[in-house]
């Protein structure tokens, strides 16, 4: 892996079209005297953001932009397989911004490689995680490629600055100086940072919500969804077979209207830091509920409390940008192993900001009501739990004599 050892003269941005990588395009040819390439992954982030984005990087000096659909696979090679996990940061966080990465790193790398470019570059800054996120990947999958991060190398060092450079440069951009959000957005959620948000004191204002209603504003009568799972993934939405990325947008929707998915949580960067973010994921906080009811029904204890302990581990291993190590790869083998038999319905109960599974069921289900009955069973005798009590008490039965026989 090389890191600016020499001047590139190929490069291509990973381009949003907002401030800062329409800053990035111009210093870029600026610093190397290079032909810059831009390039965009849509995961999701919505029409809003993607209109025009060729022809405003033409715009900003980009020798070409390309624009990839990558939605379908976003959601079946990333963000599934962080449902089977079930994937929770630090308690809360479901790992929106983390999940995407990786594939946009992906996709810059191979454009790379078709443009024969000999390097990739980002605009992510040295205080976040993102510059993991995509380094990493690049590392992982294009290690002869040379890395830029400008927000390491130049003297701009707000937004300020940063329009004061294209003030200077002639650069068109819409930003504005006043103080706002930092947004970013797909197919999974949204979170806001920035602007009062920096001062956890704060609570956020009604503008920061883009997704949903707030819950107090939310119908006063509950919604019933029916989730259809396979394999440990959800397929259909009350019945109707969908494809992935729609699944989610549709319980996006529906969440959204009834205000679900709301996070705001102050949380551990990897650099070091606590920084606040608020996050809207309705379709996510949906599928996570069903999918916890329907792994409780249909596996076994020792199993699903293996995946309990590991979830920690790749929870990490993705919220930190190594989503191409191989220690995920084998626990997304041990994952959907795991959640082989995970094939059902669940019914999620939506009100006023909460969504509550109320019922569940599965071909694969290990519950046996004759057993777990109050009443008279065939198949349990609970005589039999005498000596099964007494033994699982033994060790602190034997504990307890000691310790009294010192006193």
Known sequence: MSSQTSNPKK???AYSGGLDTSVIVHWLKERYDCEVYAYCGDVGQGEGELDGLAEK??????VDCR??????????DYVWPCLRAMTVYEG??????????????KGQVEYAREVGADAVAHGCT???NDQVRFELAYQALGPELQIVAPWRDWDIHSREDALDYCDRHGIEVTASRTKIYSRDRNLWHISHEGGVLED???SPP????MLTTNPADAPDTPAEVSLTFHKGVPTAIDGNELPAEEVVMQLNTIGGAHGVGRVDICENRLVGMKSRGVYETPGGTILFEAARTLRALTIERDTLRLCERLMPDYTDLVYTGRWFHPQREAMDALFREATKRVTGTVAVRLYKGTATAIASESPHSLYSEDLATFGASAQFDQADSRGFVRLYGLPGAVAARVAGAGR
Do not use: Q
Not at 206 to 209: A, E, L, T
């Open 11 to 13: 490069i291509v941005l």
């Open 57 to 62: 990087a033409s715009k900003h000096g980009a």
């Open 67 to 76: 624009v990839d659909d990558l939605r379908r696979e976003f959601v079946t």
């Open 92 to 105: 809360r966080y479901l790992l929106g911004t983390s999940m995407a990465r990786p594939i946009l790193a």
């Open 126 to 128: 040295g205080k976040g």
């Open 200 to 202: 956890p004191a704060n």
């Open 206 to 209: 009604d503008d920061v919500w």
